[in-house]
């Protein structure tokens, strides 16, 4: 446990990181702004957070993925909050979805290359757990001076319709409104799902605007003759039917939810959730700011758990990984921890916090393949710093023992959820079921860094390579201009070390306050209990 005033101090820090979260989360929610908002409910249309608000239960919790895509970039057309897009898991009529939702605030709801990042996130995420999903449709197109970049390739703009068409066959539900523009490609989206319905006035839909077919055919036609609410649900039959209002069209979709059947469940075992007993607010305390500092993962797992009850597994043997079941929000789950402080084996090594050692490894592998025999989810919560190198580690087999536990989590076929705590560098992310080992959702606390190695290891590197560089061109470097060279190298190794940085590209789904923790595992469970869970095989694993 920290002392009273290494508590207190991490505390204070922490704190001031949750609220520059809840700043910043707060200003990236108002989209385009409080002027383009304004522009929307003057038009006699709801804004998409408004129309998610409205079209969920009452006082239910929405759980958003991807608020910060796009945070900080795309700086020379303006940037592009949110990626232009809203999106999660919520609840209408006591049945959990994924609702997207174009923000019309942000660029009129034109798709960026993160917006089709964002989309297709959502959509993986409703694929994987087989949940119905809600897309809320207004929307510019592409927007076209980075179309090079949005349209032709596998993960681009056209693959949101190949899912589309891959859900359906899947059985998965479903539902577009068209509640402003829907436009080109974009208007196979709502009329490939299973019902399409559209807002009077403000919706339209076509494959070529007014515009375009002036100049391509020479008709002369406005767009809602072309391709509004009418045309479409009285002569073309493209949708089903139309709305005076966004708030009409949304108590639609409301009905249709509420006579859905019941599909089939993967099972999962919940009982009556239990509030922690240590409280969650001394996790701020307890969890250092300074990224090398030790601390007992144990204690920080005992605040996020049911009753603060946790059976850890093999406790004495592979101790820099903490391994047990307990239970979050009355779910059973496997957690997998990296324990932070110095730990000692009983052949009298140490090991250090944050490390992944060949006893930890192996003992995780067995652990994650137990866990997948009982059908119980997998947690992994990251601090971890990397695998233990050098001669005794490479005698000692570290890269078979770490290919074991990345081969059992990797085939892995309980969901896994994923907790960036702290550091996340190299093979460890990997090993701890980072973004590219599909855990169902990924989020970071505002202390997470996520790097290939921390920022004063890269920099000296970095540094070195510079300076040999300048060497071999027959340059000299003065001892002041290599200190500023590390500085310059620094800071911008650390700005992409930051959460927000991985939240701006998707590589994350959002970055939490630490008390939001157990709502995010206790949604990804209950959305990943809609999909069966497949046989778990783990193939050749290397003993």
């Not at 057309?77 to 919520?90: H, M, R």
């Not at 700011?289 to 920080?300: F, G, L």
């Not at 079941?325 to 084996?345: E, L, Y």
């Not at 000299?476 to 190298?489: D, F, G, R, V, Y």
Request: net charge neutral; aromatic share 8%; with cysteine.
């Amino acid at each position: 446990m920290a002392t009273d005033l290494e508590f207190n101090k991490n505390e204070d820090q922490f704190k001031q990181l949750v609220f520059q979260l809840q700043s910043k989360a707060k200003k990236t929610r108002l989209g385009g702004g409080e002027k383009k908002i304004e522009e929307q409910h003057q038009r006699g249309k709801l804004t998409a957070r408004e129309r998610i608000e409205y079209l969920l239960d009452e006082k239910s919790e929405f759980l958003e993925i991807g608020l910060f895509a796009g945070d900080g970039m795309y700086k020379e057309q303006g940037g592009c909050p949110s990626g232009g897009v809203v999106a999660g898991l919520g609840y209408i009529k006591g049945r959990l979805c994924m609702v997207v939702a174009n923000d019309a605030t942000v660029k009129a709801g034109a798709w960026f290359p993160i917006t089709a990042k964002k989309n297709l996130r959502a959509q993986e995420i409703a694929m994987e757990n087989h949940l119905p999903v809600v897309y809320l449709v207004d929307s510019a197109g592409v927007f076209l001076p980075m179309q090079d970049e949005i349209f032709p390739d596998k993960e681009h703009f056209g693959r949101q319709f190949r899912n589309n068409a891959k859900m359906s066959a899947m059985g998965i539900i479903q539902i577009a409104a068209i509640m402003g523009s829907c436009v080109a490609g974009g208007a196979y989206l709502p009329i490939m799902s299973d019902e399409a319905m559209i807002v009077d006035k403000t919706g339209s839909i076509f494959l070529a605007g007014s515009y375009l077919v002036k100049a391509a055919i020479g008709e002369d036609i406005d767009n809602e003759t072309l391709g509004g609410a009418t045309t479409h649900c009285e002569i073309s039959g493209v949708t089903d039917n139309k709305f005076p209002s966004d708030q009409a069209c949304l108590e639609y979709i409301r009905s249709l939810f509420d006579k859905f059947g019941v599909f089939e469940k993967a099972g999962f075992d919940r009982i009556k959730p239990k509030a922690p007993a240590l409280d969650p607010q001394e996790l701020y305390g307890l969890m250092p700011i300074d990224r090398v500092k030790p601390y007992d993962t144990v204690e920080i797992i005992r605040r996020l758990v049911d009753d603060s009850e946790f059976d850890e597994y093999k406790a004495l043997y592979g101790k820099s990984l903490v391994c047990g079941t307990a239970r979050i929000d009355g779910w059973a789950v496997g957690i997998i921890a990296n324990q932070r402080k110095v730990v000692k084996t009983k052949k009298g090594e140490m090991q250090m916090g944050g490390v992944i050692y060949s006893d930890s490894a192996d003992k995780a592998a067995r652990f994650i393949m137990n866990c997948n025999q009982r059908k119980i989810p997998l947690v992994f919560l990251q601090d971890v710093s990397g695998f233990m190198v050098g001669s005794k580690a490479e005698h000692g087999g570290i890269i078979k023992d770490g290919a074991k536990m990345v081969n059992a989590m990797a085939n892995s076929t309980v969901p896994k959820f994923t907790i960036i705590m702290g550091n996340s560098y190299g093979a460890g992310n990997y090993a701890m079921c980072g973004k590219a080992y599909d855990p169902r959702l990924i989020v970071a606390w505002p202390t997470a860094q996520i790097a290939v190695m921390s920022g004063a290891s890269a920099a000296k590197t970095l540094l070195q390579i510079r300076v040999s560089t300048l060497k071999a061109q027959g340059k000299t470097i003065s001892k002041e201009e290599e200190e500023a060279l590390l500085k310059e190298i620094t800071d911008r190794y650390n700005d992409q070390l930051s959460p927000y940085y991985a939240a701006s590209r998707l590589w994350v789904d959002d970055v939490i306050d630490p008390i939001e923790t157990r709502k995010v595992i206790s949604m990804g469970i209950e959305a990943a209990n809609h999909a069966p869970v497949e046989k778990f095989n783990v193939g050749v694993i290397q003993t």
